[in-house]
């Protein structure tokens, strides 16, 4: 059974840093995305950030405009984990962060496979 576990969430204050990783067990498919998708109370889940693997090398990443040049995407493929690195955290990042999983996409934008059980970030302000 596939299962995606995420850490790193948590407080921080405006401006402050946080690193989020999703751990993927339970699968051995060499092509895939895992991204990084957010809900903030009262509000749909948006898409933050995707990356995709083939053959165990990285392939092409995605970032939303509300979080370009402020958040990385990242990947270490051999343990089938991704990390979102949040730098210049504001409010308005305050959600809970899913990572999902999409076996055998290139991309982010198709059915969700598997989700995580979630993350929260909280910034204050």
């Known amino acids: 059974e596939v299962q995606l576990v995420e850490s790193g969430g948590g407080l921080v204050q405006a401006g402050g840093s946080l690193r989020l990783s999703c751990a993927a067990f339970?699968?051995?498919?060499?092509?895939?995305?895992m991204g990084w998708f957010r809900q903030a109370p009262g509000k749909e889940r948006e898409g933050v950030s995707c990356?995709?693997?083939?053959?165990?090398?990285?392939?092409?990443?995605d970032i939303a405009d509300s979080v370009k040049g402020r958040f990385t995407i990242s990947s270490d493929n051999a343990k089938n984990t991704v990390f979102l690195q949040m730098n210049s955290l504001k409010p308005e990042d305050t959600a809970v962060y899913y990572c999902?999983?999409?076996?055998?996409?290139?991309?982010?934008?198709?059915?969700?496979?598997?989700w995580g059980e979630g993350t929260l970030v909280a910034v204050s302000s």
């Open positions: 999902a999983l999409f076996i055998y996409r290139s991309n982010c934008r198709s059915a969700v496979d598997y």
């Open positions: 990356i995709s693997s083939r053959h165990g090398s990285t392939g092409s990443t």
């Open positions: 339970g699968f051995t498919f060499d092509e895939y995305a």
